[in-house]
Nanobody, 116 residues
Framework: QVQLVESGGGLVQAGGSLRLSCAAS????????MGWYRQAPGKQRELVAE???????NYAESAKGRFTISRDNAKNTVYLQMNSLKPEDTAVYYC??????????WGQGTQVTVSS
């Protein structure tokens, strides 16, 4: 089992920044990627950014140039730095981790609200 604990959400004005954190614990040795999805009211969950165990990153088009995903292997933590936030970034952000054997684990979600 893997446990994911997210933090860093909140309310920010348009143009502002937030940093989300996701700390992994438990059986983390077989995790091959971690990242963030988000879900806005009435919309499907969508991928925001992902980082693999090798350090490769992947971003949604809407996140490119504004968001940066990174990881601290010593702390088993993944970060999502979000700059130039827009009202359309308002959503619940979910951290996830994919395990080579057991599939995908999810965090509890953290609310990000961007006011105009």
């Amino acid at each position: 089992q893997v446990q994911l604990v997210e933090s860093g959400g909140g309310l920010v004005q348009a143009g502002g920044s937030l940093r989300l954190s996701c700390a992994a614990s438990g059986n983390i040795n077989s995790i091959n990627a971690m990242g963030w999805y988000r879900q806005a009211p009435g919309k499907q969950r969508e991928l925001v950014a992902e980082i693999t165990s090798g350090g490769s990153t992947n971003y949604a088009e809407s996140a490119k140039g504004r968001f940066t995903i990174s990881r601290d292997n010593a702390k088993n933590t993944v970060y999502l730095q979000m700059n130039s936030l827009k009202p359309e970034d308002t959503a619940v952000y979910y951290c996830y981790a994919t395990d080579r054997v057991y599939g995908t684990y999810w965090g509890q979600g953290t609310q990000v609200t961007v006011s105009s």
